[in-house]
């Protein structure tokens, strides 16, 4: 992701979420599985048109951390927003300890010997299913996340959870059935 795919709000705007933008997925596969030659290859999102891209939400504590990386680092919008040392794709393992380091300060040593988190891409399914508890419609996350409707539902509906309380009031504020009327016997 490169820094002009990250739209960032002033910093004095009442709104502070910023918005990324995804082009395509550059995965770490391998120099023997590529046609390059190289580590990472670079694909088209998937389950999108060649070309096509998807904005995604950035929290506000993302935006502060991003908006401070970007001055840090005095990042051009050409940039990539994380490099690796002579500027080009981060190492897969540098993510790898850095995010091991991460956990290991931040986790009871139980969770973090555990499978909880422990690897990057398991935040996503973190957020996808916090954000289907927080009760963001499925059509929603499902777009954000690059996923179906479908599949989304299909992966991460059994963790779906706590939200019947909010329901039955939703349900109870939109009013009960009109009564019966008593039948004329007369």
Not at 9 to 30: F, K, M, N, R
Not at 94 to 112: D, E, G, Q, T, Y
Request: proline content about 8%; glycine content about 8%; overall charge negative.
């Amino acid at each position: 992701m490169r820094v002009e795919d990250v739209t960032l709000p002033e910093p004095d705007a009442d709104d502070q979420w910023c918005e990324l933008l995804i082009h395509t997925a550059t995965p770490e596969v391998g120099k023997q599985w590529t046609d390059t030659g190289e580590i990472h290859e670079q694909r088209d999102l998937k389950g999108r048109a060649e070309g096509e891209t998807r904005t995604v939400p950035g929290h506000p504590a993302l935006t502060r951390i991003l908006r401070q990386h970007i001055e840090d680092e005095q990042l051009q919008p050409g940039d990539l927003l994380f490099q690796g040392e002579s500027g080009g794709i981060l190492a897969g393992s540098v993510i790898r300890r850095a995010w091991r380091s991460a956990r290991k300060a931040v986790l009871p040593p139980h969770v973090f010997e555990s499978p909880t988190g422990r690897r990057v891409y398991d935040n996503r399914n973190t957020r996808l299913t916090k954000w289907l508890n927080d009760g963001i419609p499925p059509a929603q996350v499902a777009e954000w996340a690059g996923n179906s409707v479908a599949v989304l539902l299909a992966t991460y509906a059994r963790c779906v959870d706590g939200q019947l309380p909010d329901l039955k009031r939703r349900l109870e504020a939109a009013g009960d059935l009109p009564e019966a009327e008593e039948p004329d016997v007369g």
